[in-house]
């Protein structure tokens, strides 16, 4: 291995493992690394941003821009009423919201069918009392196997068919990937919904009414005159009361000193975490009181939760400079929270993607307010009449993916759709640019550099020559089930783009060792980096639902590895069948 190649595995090394932690943004890991990767001379200086003019990123921006308009056109929410009214089981219903999702995923990012189709699973839990942890994980894992059919459901699948143009001058077609993606995401769509009744069983049927699972707050709460907590210790909390103390606030001073010695007084401030059942319970019996709200009289004064986005703009904020709430009167009052750090006050708590915001304020300001932060609530409002037009942008798109199923390359037909939208008004590109998910396109854009120099310092080849003095890669089938099982075994942690940057000049130099055509081995990275099921931090679309189904950690394992396995049988079986 030369010096160059050992940089680069370790650079490659050390932003796959910060991509994994979580704790820094991946947009700054991922300039950090375009950057390192120029100084230790990886590329030059004119091949640094070449990234960001890639037809990759270009048709991702697209996809965004349009998922945009679909989103508000509502043509989905009057389905609630139809499945209502359709009269299917349970499970008919978990069966059909999901196939739904992934049929949308085929023809856009898996965050956009997801970010659709959530508002009607919430809806569905009100409507038919189905649990939300039964439809919540669902839909999540069929965006992701939806993504599977086609070149521009992930973009795993473009960036591999981008590797295999590079390589052979032709890339996929548009409906290549779905030889193997269909039958894996139909196979895939019935299991989740098999097992998930099994592993989230529906509340005792004695009740009158669906008990909504716990979800685990955080809040600042005073402590009334006469509350049952005077007099108790910090450590008594978590046994007597069911809360978790986190800080004591007296006299706007911190009590320190060990939990068995603080003693909670009348007038003290308690940030604590649990149940939100927990605090509601605290509440009505005046043991905690929140500050009063100053609109807390007016009609149209609600609660709604709403959770934070990949694209929202509060992601890294403080509650304290979350300006886009106090401006129009609206509180955070409570917060559910991925980052089990918590330290200071309440209003130092940093938000990331997948928190939950409990908002106070009127009805009007929390819709408004959220709009411009890009964070989705959670309330399953009553569907609102779809409107007259909306049909119109889903026909142009549709014209597009025919157009690319077609032959014309993808950038350029879904360009078209753009200005389609665009020119009648559906679009306004100005206001949808400042909206878009940047961090995953400046993510994307810095990686493809990187990965490029996988190929172009002779990393891959090094590789790939380690690998086949352990498994016999010149067995085409063997190769394709290594290159397969690496995928699937990265993309828990790091998402999907990266997994296909970092393994196709992998892949193609595996199927150049073994003179095999490419094709069948980049397909194998791209459904491998798309079966992502066992963890919440793999894929943005993992983390929501973790929020917003209050699921474990412990749920994604336990309802993720028979998806994984089958996925990964089918898809080796499949690509044996369709593409040796």
């Given at each position: 291995m030369?010096?160059?190649?050992?940089?680069l595995?370790i650079?490659?090394?050390?932003?796959?493992?910060?991509?994994?932690l979580?704790r820094?943004r991946m947009?700054?890991?991922s300039i950090?690394?375009l950057?390192?990767?120029?100084?230790?001379g990886?590329?030059?200086?004119?091949?640094?941003?070449?990234?960001?003019a890639?037809?990759v990123v270009i048709t991702?921006?697209e996809?965004?821009?349009?998922v945009q308009v679909?989103?508000r056109?509502?043509?989905?929410d009057?389905?609630?009423?139809?499945?209502?009214?359709?009269?299917?089981?349970?499970?008919?219903v978990i069966?059909?919201?999901?196939?739904l999702?992934?049929?949308?995923?085929i023809f856009?990012?898996?965050?956009?069918?997801?970010a659709i189709?959530l508002?009607?699973a919430?809806r569905?839990?009100?409507?038919?009392?189905?649990?939300?942890?039964?439809?919540?994980?669902?839909i999540?894992?069929?965006a992701?196997l939806?993504?599977?059919?086609?070149l521009?459901?992930t973009p795993?699948?473009?960036?591999?068919?981008?590797?295999?143009?590079?390589?052979t001058?032709?890339?996929f077609r548009?409906f290549?990937f779905?030889?193997v993606?269909?039958?894996?995401?139909?196979?895939?769509?019935?299991?989740?919904?098999?097992i998930?009744?099994?592993?989230?069983p529906?509340?005792?049927?004695?009740?009158?009414?669906?008990?909504p699972?716990?979800?685990r707050?955080?809040a600042?709460r005073?402590i009334?005159e006469?509350s049952?907590?005077?007099?108790?210790?910090?450590?008594q909390c978590?046994?007597r009361f069911?809360?978790?103390?986190?800080?004591?606030?007296?006299?706007?001073?911190?009590?320190?000193?060990?939990?068995?010695q603080?003693?909670?007084?009348s007038?003290?401030?308690l940030?604590?975490?649990?149940?939100?059942s927990?605090?509601?319970?605290?509440?009505?019996?005046?043991?905690l009181?929140?500050?009063?709200?100053p609109?807390?009289?007016?009609p149209d004064?609600t609660?709604?939760?709403?959770?934070?986005?990949p694209?929202?703009?509060?992601v890294g904020?403080?509650v304290a400079?979350l300006?886009?709430?106090r401006?129009?009167g609206?509180?955070?009052s409570?917060?559910?929270?991925?980052?089990?750090?918590?330290?200071g006050?309440?209003?130092?708590?940093?938000?990331s993607?997948?928190?939950?915001?409990?908002?106070?304020?009127?009805?009007?300001a929390?819709?408004?307010?959220?709009?411009?932060c890009e964070?989705l609530?959670?309330?399953?409002?009553?569907p609102?009449?779809?409107?007259a037009?909306?049909?119109?942008p889903f026909?142009i798109?549709?014209?597009g993916?025919a157009a690319?199923a077609?032959?014309?390359?993808?950038?350029i037909?879904l360009?078209?759709v753009?200005l389609?939208?665009?020119?009648?008004g559906?679009?306004?590109?100005?206001?949808?640019?400042?909206?878009?998910?940047?961090?995953i396109i400046?993510m994307?854009a810095?990686?493809?550099?990187i990965?490029q120099?996988v190929?172009?310092?002779?990393?891959?080849?090094?590789?790939?020559?380690?690998?086949?003095?352990?498994?016999?890669?010149?067995?085409?089938?063997?190769?394709?089930?290594l290159?397969?099982?690496?995928a699937?075994?990265?993309?828990?942690?790091?998402n999907?783009?990266?997994?296909?940057?970092?393994?196709a000049?992998i892949a193609?130099?595996f199927?150049?060792?073994?003179?095999h055509?490419p094709?069948?081995?980049?397909?194998a990275?791209?459904?491998?980096?798309?079966?992502?099921?066992?963890?919440p931090?793999?894929?943005?679309n993992?983390?929501?639902?973790?929020?917003?189904?209050?699921?474990?950690?412990?749920?994604f394992?336990?309802?993720?590895?028979?998806l994984?396995l089958?996925?990964?049988?089918?898809?080796?079986?499949?690509i044996?069948?369709?593409?040796?």
């Amino acid at each position: 291995m030369t010096l160059e190649q050992a940089a680069l595995l370790i650079l490659l090394t050390a932003m796959l493992f910060l991509f994994s932690l979580d704790r820094l943004r991946m947009e700054v890991i991922s300039i950090g690394g375009l950057l390192a990767g120029y100084a230790l001379g990886l590329y030059p200086s004119d091949g640094i941003f070449a990234g960001f003019a890639s037809p990759v990123v270009i048709t991702v921006v697209e996809i965004l821009l349009i998922v945009q308009v679909l989103a508000r056109t509502k043509l989905f929410d009057s389905l609630a009423e139809r499945f209502v009214a359709s009269g299917l089981s349970h499970f008919g219903v978990i069966t059909g919201v999901s196939a739904l999702t992934g049929f949308i995923s085929i023809f856009m990012n898996s965050i956009g069918a997801f970010a659709i189709t959530l508002p009607l699973a919430l809806r569905l839990n009100t409507l038919m009392a189905i649990p939300r942890r039964q439809l919540v994980m669902p839909i999540s894992f069929a965006a992701l196997l939806g993504g599977l059919v086609s070149l521009i459901g992930t973009p795993a699948n473009l960036l591999v068919s981008d590797a295999l143009e590079n390589a052979t001058g032709k890339g996929f077609r548009f409906f290549d990937f779905a030889y193997v993606g269909l039958p894996v995401a139909i196979s895939g769509i019935l299991l989740i919904a098999l097992i998930v009744r099994q592993l989230f069983p529906e509340p005792d049927e004695a009740a009158e009414t669906p008990v909504p699972p716990a979800r685990r707050i955080v809040a600042e709460r005073t402590i009334p005159e006469h509350s049952p907590l005077i007099g108790a210790t910090l450590a008594q909390c978590a046994e007597r009361f069911g809360i978790q103390p986190h800080a004591l606030i007296r006299d706007r001073a911190f009590v320190f000193g060990p939990l068995e010695q603080s003693v909670i007084q009348s007038g003290d401030i308690l940030l604590a975490q649990g149940a939100d059942s927990v605090f509601a319970d605290l509440a009505a019996s005046q043991a905690l009181v929140a500050e009063a709200h100053p609109h807390g009289l007016q009609p149209d004064f609600t609660s709604i939760e709403a959770v934070v986005m990949p694209e929202s703009t509060v992601v890294g904020s403080r509650v304290a400079s979350l300006e886009v709430f106090r401006n129009r009167g609206v509180t955070v009052s409570a917060l559910s929270m991925r980052s089990p750090r918590i330290e200071g006050r309440f209003a130092d708590l940093q938000l990331s993607i997948g928190d939950i915001l409990v908002l106070e304020g009127p009805k009007a300001a929390i819709a408004e307010a959220l709009e411009e932060c890009e964070c989705l609530p959670l309330a399953s409002a009553a569907p609102t009449p779809a409107a007259a037009a909306s049909w119109r942008p889903f026909a142009i798109f549709a014209c597009g993916v025919a157009a690319s199923a077609f032959g014309l390359r993808p950038d350029i037909a879904l360009a078209f759709v753009v200005l389609a939208l665009a020119l009648p008004g559906y679009l306004n590109i100005r206001q949808a640019m400042a909206d878009l998910n940047w961090p995953i396109i400046i993510m994307l854009a810095a990686m493809i550099p990187i990965g490029q120099a996988v190929a172009t310092t002779g990393m891959a080849e090094t590789i790939a020559t380690w690998l086949s003095l352990v498994f016999p890669i010149a067995d085409p089938l063997w190769g394709i089930a290594l290159v397969l099982f690496l995928a699937m075994a990265l993309t828990p942690f790091v998402n999907n783009a990266t997994v296909a940057i970092v393994l196709a000049p992998i892949a193609l130099e595996f199927a150049r060792a073994g003179q095999h055509a490419p094709q069948a081995y980049l397909i194998a990275v791209a459904a491998g980096a798309s079966q992502d099921f066992l963890t919440p931090f793999g894929h943005h679309n993992n983390t929501l639902s973790m929020s917003i189904g209050s699921y474990r950690f412990g749920d994604f394992l336990r309802a993720g590895w028979p998806l994984t396995l089958a996925g990964y049988i089918l898809t080796l079986v499949l690509i044996a069948l369709f593409w040796l």
